[in-house]
């Protein structure tokens, strides 16, 4: 036998192990689907959903996490959350839970990693200033999960994609933890075209509520909430936004009030109401006191005036910044920065498909918060000259 066919073996015998240990509700990786199928994936020895993972923790813009708001931003403190640390609870807690349950735990991983790929720089706020100026030149609303499957399937690799497949694609544009689920049923029988139709059904009407087609993406919508709800509490006591003691009695009593005993009580709850069922639930009295605490976190955190302070700054240097981009590729100025450190080398598809105001869209959401202050320092606020000329 050759070393070729050991290691397909190998894998054969992963799938299998999969089949006789997973949930009947679980997805197998042998129901993995791309939508160009690749020989030397068929051939090799990872399993689809493992392989996807691993595409995506060797993205760029996996990389760009690092640098990339989660709530609070332009704050000097180390241990703020930042983006890349939210990805690796959501990952964790979803993980642990899709273990719990029996659930193929590869799926859930690749569908964590991927979920905040397309969140812009300065996180929702980026995300609101992003959509209004798509809004103005004509793309409708920016989206980030929208984003993170376009980054994924056609900015990546210079515009030839990942090739991931549809259940960890469909599991990203499904992700949203913003809206409140006290249960997750999947929505079944999807395909490629009927992910299409979806994103440009999300793009017309944005309230549109999408569920994932597997419950492995279930799991990870609800560990969304589960990862940042405390811990954003935790960032603004840290802060002194709010104390401990703001924290409302109803969810204390039910949830705890730290993130640890927070999310241990969550992820109980979920296992134990999710157990060898079709679905993920909380119970209602612990799905209230989700609700309750994010409400909380809401009024007293993500709106607070207090860490809105610069926000108008960051508006109008996105509205300058984008505006910029976008002269520079109408007068087809190739020594700007959006040419040189974006669309070179990008292929030709990217570069005639998609319009000005997409590309610049485009490279504006994949900046990390330094780089975007760093293009508003080089290029809206004067320099000092020499002293000579």
């Known amino acids: 036998m050759s070393k070729g066919d050991r290691l397909r073996e190998l894998r054969v015998q992963l799938d299998e192990e999969e089949r006789k240990r997973l949930s009947p509700y679980a997805c197998l990786s042998r129901e993995a689907v791309r939508q160009n199928e690749e020989e030397r994936v068929l051939a090799g020895h990872r399993q689809s959903f493992s392989l996807d993972g691993d595409r995506i923790l060797h993205s760029k813009a996996f990389t760009r996490y690092i640098d990339k708001t989660q709530v609070f931003y332009l704050i000097k403190n180390d241990h703020i959350t930042h983006r890349v ?3 690796q609870l959501v990952s964790k807690i979803a993980r642990t839970v899709g273990r719990l349950i029996k659930l193929n735990e590869d799926l859930i991983e690749a569908i964590a990693l991927g979920h905040d790929i397309g969140h812009a720089p300065f ?4 995300e609101k200033f992003l959509s209004e100026l798509s809004e103005k030149y004509g793309m409708g609303q920016f989206l980030h999960n929208l984003q993170s499957v376009r980054f994924l399937q056609k900015i990546e690799r210079k515009g030839r994609g990942w090739n991931l497949t549809l259940q960890v694609l469909d599991g990203i544009l499904c992700h949203n933890g913003e809206l409140y689920s006290q249960a997750l049923y999947p929505a079944k029988n999807k395909d490629f075209s009927g992910l299409a139709a979806e994103i440009q059904g999300k793009k017309e009407d944005p309230s549109v509520d999408l569920s994932p087609m597997t419950l492995e993406g279930c799991v990870v919508r609800m560990a969304d909430a589960m990862s940042y709800v405390g811990r954003d509490i935790e960032d603004a006591i840290r802060l002194k936004l709010i104390t401990r003691g703001d924290i409302p009695e109803d969810c204390r009593k039910v949830l705890g009030d730290t993130n640890g005993t927070i999310v241990y009580t969550l992820v109980e709850d979920l296992v134990l109401n999710s157990l060898d069922k079709p679905y993920v639930s ?7 006191a989700l609700k309750e605490l ?8 993500y709106v607070s005036d207090r860490v809105k302070t610069q926000t108008h700054k960051i508006k109008l240097m996105f509205e300058l910044l984008f505006e910029k981009y976008y002269d520079d590729l109408e007068s087809g100025n ?4 959006i040419y040189r450190e974006f669309l070179d080398g990008m292929s030709w598809e990217y570069k005639n498909q998609n319009p000005p105001a997409e590309i610049v869209r ?3 959401a994949g900046m990390t918060d330094d780089y975007f202050l760093g293009q508003c320092q080089k290029h809206l606020i004067p320099q000092t000259m020499p002293t000579t000329l």
């Open 282 to 288: 909380f119970s209602k009295e612990v799905g209230e």
């Open 362 to 364: 485009d490279f504006i």
């Open 123 to 126: 996180g929702h706020d980026g």
């Open 85 to 87: 640390l939210h990805v």
């Open 294 to 301: 994010k409400t909380f976190n809401h009024n007293h955190i």
């Open 334 to 337: 190739e020594e700007s920065d």
